[in-house]
């Protein structure tokens, strides 16, 4: 997905318009922060479609991308009123309607959003401030370099002055600037300085911000009833179902069932009473053949090579020593907090869609096309969402509730219970690797990776670390094709392969009886001296960034490499790089350091509570997370058979930013991958055990009992 | 379906749903009260918790058969300017990440500090481990709930 651009013939078009209804109230939430004592905006100047500036000195800042709880409705907003010259607490923000001509990639995904938008955002904000600066000029009569803008106001080089709030009306007729310069770092007054969530107030009174809280007037409730992965329906009998007072219909769509119901109990009620035969089940494997099947194939010969360096084979076939592990992925469910859901309303005019969806875009695209109308007919609303790790990218329950709005022509909320959201989610697919290093004369010579994984043909990131820092290198994969949907779980591939790697190698630093720590930094400077000598070499990583989390995290842990209670793991992933020590005491996890280059850090106490969050999810589920099959059955229902962290399990979690003015890159996963490897290695240096499944807790529970 | 008559939030409301409807979806569905959040059905979550005669429930496996003449209290009750010491914590902190699971955290831990007034930090960690945090924000509730035990 390409860069957020700020699309000039969106300003041409927005410019000159005094846009109230755009801006006012298109949706069914609000957030009031701005100071709520100043007189009612009455007139609004649209200055771009990211902002508009009020009669008042109040400004709108619309927040374009999906808000999925890693705070971009508060961070991509911070950084156009930075541009802008603009005090934090006459900002509004908004979410921004779904409009891919003016917003362009409004993606929640990748750890993507600030990244991409930064460039554009800023320049929102620069190029507004730069019209009023014209406007200001205009009037006085002076050049447009002679002004400058702080908090609101344009000053003049005599003394004169005007609000923002009084030269947007004459602003929004200048002509737009296409060349704005840009603040430096060293600028920043908002950027890098905290803000709190502006959904805050909203939240803790439990006012309706989620898809899941949606209501509208002659809203029928749905719910729906999948069978196992790849079985079709034969028959079913709901005459019990329609028997249920409260129930309105019951429909197939295709191999699923849709209940539909005055309220979501009398769904899931009815639900109960169906009775369905299913047919033609291809995939009726059980968990233990798909680890069987995996096994074979990572060792077969229907891997693909997607990377190959220098000559592995000899590399191998003349070591000293060759060092080979082999480690097991278990899929995993998403279990976001809020179950799916959506809102749909199909008339013959439009199709009307509300809720919480991480590509708003794209799934825009498969409702017209499943329909059969054109795309311009589909709107979607995005509600924030209660949570999404990948599971919202993919929009199969809007098409669900899409297809039964028009087959009842009713507005329609559906609603997955936990069950329905547990059995039939798009998971994290189970997977196999093996890990083989090559040591000759002391020296680590050469290394290889080979990785099968379930529907997944790219279950490997050949260009990361540690591409380009041995002469020989390769790396292959392979996908074992099921019924069992599979897809992006956060930081897809890494959240397991980061593990499998960082505990080889502690385990290579072991045989070559140096610390931990040096291994890497080694390994990171030949990198860096193989890419001198051959400066066509290509890896995706910067050794020296990833040289100053591993010290920096080392410093802050005091990690030395012979300490019993400390497991070290270092990761590179959207673009960011992470270094993590896990400290023991006895055997519990008492806390974990953490140190984090993503560039600038936007907003910090958001940016702390994401990595924090990103680290905790990654331990619980390398602890303690599993979704098994049986016949094609998802074998766990609910809370009570998949475990999830709870605040009893919890370390101190102790997040360092590393000081930087580049632009910022990823945060909503990048602290994930590396903590199991910092487990795996602390616990090893506790117990004397490698770990080479998840989750860790069925190896560790005879030693932690 | 029967005809129930509730208290919420202080004030009284009728409703006509299965007797064996989960107070959630009630407050939820019916009366509008989204606040309370609809997580995993079984209390193990806790996602749902609201106060019944003061006293924190996982409304989502409380039939409203059971309620009877019990006083039920929602997020959206818990007070009218957002200024409970919780809700003043929870920003203090900027607590929430995508924010789903917050008011039940907050319900759960308004219930607890009314009867203990000084808890240790193991209590309070005792206390709140029935509640979920998928996003597992666990550290800023941990710290919000002593600075609101506190004040
Ligand atoms: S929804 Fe009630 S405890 Fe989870
Ligand atoms: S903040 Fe997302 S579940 Fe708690």
Known sequence: ?705 | MKEFSIVVNEKEHTVRVHEDTPLLWVLRDHLKLTGTKFGCGIAQCGACTVHIDGDAMRSCIYPISALGESKVTTIEGLSTKNDHPLQEAWVKHDVPQCGYCQSGQIMTAAAFLKESKNPSDSEIVEAMSGNICRCAAYLRIKEAVKTAAKS
Not at chain 1, 19 to 38: D, P, Q
Not at chain 1, 200 to 210: M, N, Q, R, T
Not at chain 1, 340 to 358: L, R, Y
């Open chain 1, 1 to 705: 997905m390409g860069e957020q651009t700020l699309n000039r013939r969106t300003f041409l078009q927005m410019n000159g318009i005094a846009g109230t209804g755009l801006v006012l109230g298109f949706n069914f939430y609000s957030c009031k922060h701005a100071s709520e004592i100043r007189a009612e905006a009455k007139e609004w100047s649209e200055m771009n479609a990211f902002l508009s500036i009020a009669d008042n000195g109040q400004v709108t800042i619309m927040s374009p991308n999906p808000e999925i709880g890693q705070g971009v409705k508060t961070s991509m907003p911070m950084i156009i009123a930075e541009e802008l010259d603009i005090d934090w607490k006459d900002v509004i923000v908004k979410q921004a309607p779904f409009d891919a001509v003016k917003y362009t990639r409004q993606v929640a995904g990748g750890s993507q959003s600030i990244r991409k938008g930064w460039t554009a955002l800023r320049t929102a904000g620069a190029t507004a401030k730069e019209m009023l600066k014209n406007a200001a000029a205009e009037q006085w009569n002076i050049l447009p370099a002679q002004c400058t803008a702080s908090s609101g106001w344009i000053h003049g080089p005599n003394g004169e002055k005007m609000s923002y709030a009084d030269l947007a009306p004459l602003a929004k007729e200048q002509a737009v600037p296409t060349d704005v310069t840009l603040k430096d770092p060293s600028e920043f007054t908002i950027i890098g300085h905290s803000k709190m969530n502006v959904d805050l107030p909203d939240i803790i009174s439990g006012k309706p911000l989620f898809g899941m809280d949606f209501y509208r007037e002659g809203m029928v409730y749905a719910s729906i009833l999948k069978g196992p992965f790849g079985a079709r329906i034969e028959r079913y009998d709901d005459s019990r179902a329609r028997a249920l007072e409260g129930v309105i219909d019951v429909l197939q769509l295709e191999d699923k069932l849709a209940i539909i119901g005055v309220d979501t109990w009398t769904c899931f009620k009815a639900k109960k009473l169906i009775d369905v035969q299913y047919k033609n089940q291809k995939t009726k494997w059980d968990s233990a053949d798909i680890s069987n099947n995996l096994k074979n194939l990572v060792r077969s010969n229907k891997l693909v090579v997607k990377r190959e360096d220098g000559d592995v084979d000899k590399a191998f076939s003349t070591a000293d020593q060759i060092i080979e592990r082999s480690y097991s992925a278990p899929f995993l469910a998403h279990n976001t907090m809020a179950p799916m859901n959506f809102f749909a309303h199909v008339t013959s005019d439009k199709v009307e869609c509300v809720g919480p969806i991480q590509t708003p875009q794209w799934t825009q695209g498969r409702i017209a096309t499943l329909l059969d109308r054109p795309k311009e007919d589909v709107t979607i609303e995005m509600t924030r969402m209660g949570g999404g790790f990948g599971r919202r990218l993919y929009g199969d329950f809007a098409l669900e509730v899409v297809e039964i709005s028009s087959k009842i022509n009713k507005p329609v909320k559906l609603v997955y219970s936990r069950e329905d959201d547990m059995t039939g989610g798009i998971y994290r697919p189970a997977s196999e690797y093996i890990f083989r290093a090559a040591l000759k004369n002391g020296e680590l010579v050469a290394y290889e990776v080979l990785g099968a994984s379930v529907n997944d043909k790219n279950c490997v990131r050949p260009d990361f670390f540690p591409a380009g820092c041995l002469q020989h290198y390769r790396v292959s994969a392979g996908a074992l094709e099921s019924d069992i949907t599979t897809g992006a779980w956060r930081a897809p591939v890494t959240n397991f392969v980061a593990y499998a790697e960082q505990s080889f190698l502690d385990e290579i630093a072991e045989e070559l009886s140096i610390s931990p720590l040096d291994l890497r930094l080694k390994m990171l400077d030949q990198a860096i001296q193989n890419k001198l000598d051959n400066p066509d070499l290509e890896y995706e990583f910067d050794p020296l960034k990833f040289k100053g989390v591993l010290l920096d995290v080392a410093e802050k842990s005091q990690y030395k490499g012979k300490e019993k209670q400390l497991g070290l793991s270092a990761y590179y992933s959207h673009n960011t790089y992470v270094a993590e020590v896990v400290e023991l005491n006895e055997m519990n996890v008492s806390k974990i350091y953490c140190s984090i280059d993503c560039g600038i850090v936007v907003n910090p106490i958001a940016a702390e509570n994401q990595a924090q969050g990103g680290v905790l999810d990654g331990m619980g589920h390398a602890m303690y997370g599993a979704l098994t099959f049986n016949k094609g059955e998802v074998e766990q229902q609910n809370f009570h058979q998949y475990k999830l962290i709870r605040m009893n399990e919890v370390p101190d979690v102790e997040i360092h930013f590393i000081k930087s003015t580049n632009d910022p890159t990823g945060l909503g996963e990048p602290t994930l991958p590396p903590i199991g490897g910092a487990l795996a290695n602390a616990f090893y240096r506790g117990t004397g055990k490698r770990i080479y499944s998840q989750p860790f807790m069925d190896v560790l529970q005879d030693v932690l009992g």
